[in-house]
């Protein structure tokens, strides 16, 4: 049996949780919007490459870790 997991970001609830807007984390880093779009609506993290800069920019920024900022789920099992 396989097990699959998943990673997922909290990005959108950190940041509502803050008051921050994506525009306003993206402004103040320097990261791309698009970027912080991607992460914020979960899309498209299974073929993105997140640099260690930008994760330590966000964590940082937000003061929070890295373990905060994901989560790793399980969604499926194939036999």
Do not use: H, W
């Not at 990005?11 to 525009?23: F, G, S």
């Amino acid at each position: 049996m396989k097990i699959k997991f998943e990673l997922t970001c909290n990005l959108e609830r950190i940041l509502k949780k803050k008051n921050i807007t994506p525009y306003k984390l993206s402004k103040d880093t320097g990261e791309r919007i698009g970027t912080i779009y991607k992460l914020v609506n979960n899309q498209g993290l299974d073929n993105s490459r997140l640099s260690t800069s930008l994760l330590a920019n966000i964590c940082g920024y937000l003061g929070i870790t890295l373990g905060e900022l994901f989560d790793v789920i399980q969604v499926e099992e194939t036999e």
